[in-house]
């Protein structure tokens, strides 16, 4: 039985890839600092324009890099626009 449900989604497009590394840079900053990703969210979206400006129009190099260095750049920057931390 194929249990694959066709969603109409192309997983393949970059813009499917952009938002998956999206979600994956808020859930790895959420965990880094003990918060929830819904606080995460805010910082990287609300507080500040990380999200918009960096993470999705840089996807291309900062996917290339290691997770460690993603989220540590992520912080710096956070820590860079003044959120609290």
């Given at each position: ?11 393949n497009a ?9 979600v ?12 929830d990703?819904?606080?995460a ?9 990380i ?8 996807y291309d ?8 260095y ?9 820590k ?6």
């Amino acid at each position: 039985m194929n249990r694959y449900i066709d969603t109409g989604v192309d997983t393949n497009a970059q813009e499917f890839k952009a938002l998956e590394f999206a979600v994956f840079c808020i859930e790895n900053v959420a965990k880094e600092l003990v918060v929830d990703g819904t606080a995460a969210y805010d910082m990287l979206a609300v507080q500040t324009d990380i999200l918009q400006n960096y993470i999705i129009p840089c996807y291309d190099v900062l996917h290339t890099q290691g997770k460690e260095y993603i989220v540590n750049d992520l912080i710096d920057m956070l820590k860079a626009k003044g959120v609290s931390l």
